[in-house]
């Protein structure tokens, strides 16, 4: 078990630039999870994948955010046209099992600053 | 979806026993409570979770009422490593989970 895995650490990019994020969930979990995070603040959920389906994106933020997982390993989050707002810690989690006593393994997360 | 309410900040001195309390009067009969424990720049890390009575693991205890409105989470003889933001979370199911403040532990020597 490695872990899950998030890169980059840290994304410093302008105002208007594309970003995309990469995280790599526990080898075995099927679910994953993107979760942003503002200083002081608690995770706010965005999407989460069953293997490769979406099954809730309705709480990302606008239509500039889009996630993938294309064979059900990795996912992908992408800003687009980002903006000062879209700064924060951006986190990924996995996890077994969707019953009720599901555990969230996260990563690190990768902090992005727009400027 | 149950609500969680927990106090923003504690301090506490090393080698004491701290006691969190998250109050959840909407629980579901089906919930579960899960606690995280976050750092700075990382991700929150699970601690400890359950439905009823009492769970302990190496790292903490757990404690639930039989009315469920509330739970305690026990971390015993606390270090300066333990200072964190602690989070209470009922029905952690990922889309339906929701992250609240937390509670800022301050350990202090």
């Known amino acids: 078990d490695t872990g899950v895995s998030q890169n980059p650490r840290h994304k410093i990019t302008k105002r208007g630039q594309n970003v995309t994020f990469r995280c790599d969930p526990i080898?075995?979990?099927?679910?994953l999870y993107w979760y942003r995070q503002t200083l002081g603040q608690g995770p706010e959920f965005l999407t989460y994948f069953q293997n490769e389906a979406q099954l809730e994106k309705s709480r990302l933020l606008s239509d500039r955010f889009s996630a993938e997982r294309p064979k059900g390993s990795f996912s992908t989050l992408e800003i687009q046209r980002t903006e000062q707002g879209d700064s924060a810690m951006y986190l990924c989690a996995s996890s077994q099992t969707g019953g009720a006593d599901e555990k969230l393994f996260f990563g690190s997360g990768t902090q992005l600053s727009v400027l | 979806l149950a609500k969680t309410t927990q106090p923003i900040s504690m301090d506490s001195y090393e080698g004491q026993e701290v006691n969190i309390t998250c109050s959840h009067n909407n629980i579901a009969t089906n919930d579960y409570i899960t606690w995280y424990q976050q750092f700075p720049s990382q991700g929150p890390r699970f601690i400890i979770q359950?439905?009823?009575t009492k769970v302990t693991n190496e790292v903490a205890s757990l404690f639930i009422p039989a009315d469920r409105k509330s739970s305690t989470l026990s971390l015993p003889r606390v270090s300066l490593s333990d200072t964190a933001v602690y989070y209470c979370l009922v029905a952690p199911r990922g889309f339906k989970t929701i992250f609240g403040a937390g509670t800022r532990l301050f350990v202090k020597a």
């Open positions: 359950g439905y009823k």
């Open positions: 080898s075995e979990h099927n679910r």
